[in-house]
Every structure is written in C-alpha cells, then in structure tokens.
C-alpha cells in the first residue's frame, strides 16, 4: 500500500459543497479584496482562539513581520529564535532590518530552552519569539516570566500549532501578538497562501491593520509605510467555513499520533509527552540515527516522508553574515541530523498508519539480521536480499 505524506486532495474531497459553496459566495458578490468574507473570518477566527483581535495577511511569514512592525522593530534590533524551524519563521525577522539570535532548543522537546535565554540577552534585544513547533507549544509560563523581568516582549510563531492548548490558553493568545500561517497543508490551512496576527489591544490592531494595506488610515491617505499583505477574500471565505472542523480535525491528529507511538515505541524514539501544553501533530516526528536509510526504505515502499528541518537556520547560507558556525547550537544540530516526519494528516486511515508502523518495523528486522550476517550494509542490498 502506498501512503503518501499529505493528501490535500482527499481532504478537498471530504467537505467540497462547504468549500465549494464559500468559493462561490465570493465569486457572486464580485468582491475580492479587504470585504466582509475577510471581517467575517477575523471575528470568527478570534473568537475560535480566545483572542480580542485578528488580522489577517498574505502569509505567516509576514505575520511575523507585521507583529514585529507593530512593535516598530527595525536594524538596530535583536529578536531572541530558535534556528529549529522553517527559514521562513527567520525571514519574517529579516524583513524588518532585526538581527536573529539563536537559542539552543531543548533535546526532548525541540523547543526553545528557556534556561538558555537570558545568556542571550543584550541592551538590543526587543523581543523573543517562541515556536510552537510541530504542533507542540513551548515553555510559555517560563519565557513570558524572563520577558517580563527583562521588559522584552513576546510574540508566538503559531505556525504549526492551530488550536493547540497550554493551561487552558490558546496558542497564540498568551503573549501581545499570536502569527498563524495557513499553508495549505496547515491544522487550518487555505486553498493557497495566507496567515493571520492575533493581538490583545485595540492599538496594536488598529496598527496592524494599517501596516498590511500600505499604512493607509483611510484609502489615499498614508500615514506610514506599510506594505500589501491582505488575505484576500475567497482565502478567507475558505478558512472560515473550517474554523467549525479545526477541533475534529486536531482530535484526529492526536489519534493517529496514539496509533504511530504506540505501534513504534521500543523501535524509533517518538515525540515525547507535550508537558503543560496539548500537542496538535501538525507533524509526527520521530528521530533515529539511520534517518537518512529508513528514509530511503520508506521512500522505496510507497511511504512518503519529509524532514522538518534538515539545515538549521543558523547554518543556511542567507545567515552565514551573522556568524555561526557548527557545533554552536548543539542540540538543534543532533536533532537535525535524526529526525523524519512520518504521514500524518486527519483523512490518513487505520490501514496507511498500521502500513507504516509495519514497514518500519520491517527496516529494522531487516538491518539485524543484515548485521548479524556482517556483510550486507546498504539499504537496497538488505530489501533485495531478504524480501
């Protein structure tokens, strides 16, 4: 059986009249841009997660940067990262002229460490930003307390996390601005680009408001700079019409999460428990030292499977002008070296996750008794050997 790593395509299939009828909505009323699908999506998508306010954007990269904006961060500016993430979360800081200070992560959650932060604090840094990576939500009680003792501010990548919970808060709600990516392949995700900046304060609302559509007050009338980040209408329309399913769908995750750890424990390691917060699985990520052979297995099999992140961010070229070097971010770069990101998606069925688990499970049969023989240590001599 082939098990592909996503299947927008299925869940497509799954609610098509509701997302078929919220497209065409949109298309009837001939208005496409800054009109009420968007306002009705912001309200809705705030009272979902707990929020005053939401403002949506073109992405969650520049979610990132219109929360920093907000903040007027600019070149002579630190913001306190992770490098385990998505480049583009680093981006968001770039954009606005900030330089990006990595933090080590912690090895059993991927994390940012909290005990690792205030070595990294200068009379620059303005702000931290925790990533909720995978779906998992970071030591929020811990960072927010050391951002208060240093007068910094907080703003929480929700990228991968939609509706993961921490204390009984929301993802996104803990600190002054919450960023969301809707990637298509998202816990919420749109038919194509967008993101959102979730916010506590009508000001920082008001602001952001301006800063995606040019930083107009009202049309002609520019009082800053600001830039064309506006989720458009059929996006928002889209988006809206699953807000209702985003709960059903994460229970989903957490099930199939259940399913893989307890097919794989003993064999692979497996995320580890989510501590004070609930994990989502926007990813399921195991880590193993042969990642890059099982990979190739799996790939072999049928079995699609990603890695989430390969290159740190603090080794990509584009940083190479801030100035680290390997072995500065311990932790971060043994992880990147042994993690693999399984098929996980709500529409994966029974059958599909049991196929992994089997054939991973058949990786490392197949390994002992090549080992145990001493002579056969390619992947694709052990599959034509012993299948």
């Given amino acids: 059986m082939k ?33 009420p699908e968007l306002q009705k ?22 979610a990132i940067y ?30 606005t002229g900030a330089k990006p200070v990595f933090v080590d992560i912690d090895p059993s959650s ?5 005990q690792l932060i205030e070595a990294k604090i200068t009379s620059r840094t303005k702000v931290i930003m925790p990533v909720h990576l995978y779906g998992r939500i970071a030591d929020m009680d811990s960072i927010l307390s050391i951002a208060q003792k240093h007068g910094l501010t907080v703003i929480e990548d929700v990228a991968q996390a939609t509706g993961a919970t921490y204390k009984g808060k929301t993802a996104g709600t803990m600190a002054e601005f919450g960023t969301f990516s809707f990637y298509p392949s998202k816990n919420l995700g749109a038919f194509g680009d967008g993101g959102a900046v979730a916010t506590k304060t009508k000001e ?20 800053e700079i600001g830039i064309n980040s ?11 019409c699953q807000i209702p399913y985003v709960k059903e769908w994460n229970e989903k995750r957490i099930e199939i999460a259940q399913r893989y750890t307890c097919g794989l424990s003993g064999i692979v390691e497996t995320p580890g428990k989510a ?46 002008y801030l100035g680290y070097k390997p072995g500065d971010l311990p932790a971060t770069e043994r992880m990147a070296k042994r993690i693999l990101s399984l ?20 990786f490392y049969k197949l390994r002992k008794v090549s080992t145990s023989v001493g002579s056969v240590n390619d992947v694709g001599t052990i599959q034509q050997t012993h299948r």
């Fill in 3 to 35: 098990v592909p790593f996503g299947d927008l395509k299925v869940h497509y299939q799954a609610y098509k009249s509701v997302i078929d009828s919220a497209v065409q909505r949109v298309l009837d009323s001939g208005y496409y841009i800054l009109g």
């Fill in 41 to 62: 999506f912001e309200e809705e998508f705030a009272q979902f997660l707990g929020s005053n306010y939401v403002v949506g954007c073109a992405s969650g990269t520049e």
């Fill in 66 to 95: 219109l929360a920093l904006a907000a903040l007027n961060i600019g070149p002579e500016d630190e913001v306190i990262v992770v490098a385990h993430t998505a480049v583009p979360t680093i981006n968001g800081i770039s954009m």
């Fill in 110 to 114: 991927g994390l940012m460490d909290p």
């Fill in 204 to 223: 920082n609302y008001e602001r952001l408001l301006k800063l995606r559509n040019y930083g107009q007050s009202k049309r002609y009338h520019h009082d």
């Fill in 230 to 240: 506006r989720l458009d209408e059929i996006q928002a329309a889209i988006l809206a």
């Fill in 275 to 320: 501590g004070e917060g609930e994990h989502v699985y926007h990813l399921y990520v195991i880590q193993v030292d042969e990642r890059d052979e099982l990979q190739s297995y799996l790939m072999s099999e049928g079995i699609g499977t990603l890695i989430h992140y390969p290159i740190p961010s603090h080794l990509q070229n584009a940083y190479k």
């Fill in 343 to 362: 098929p996980m998606f709500p529409e994966l069925t029974d059958e599909q996750i049991d196929t992994v688990i089997a054939s991973i499970a058949n």
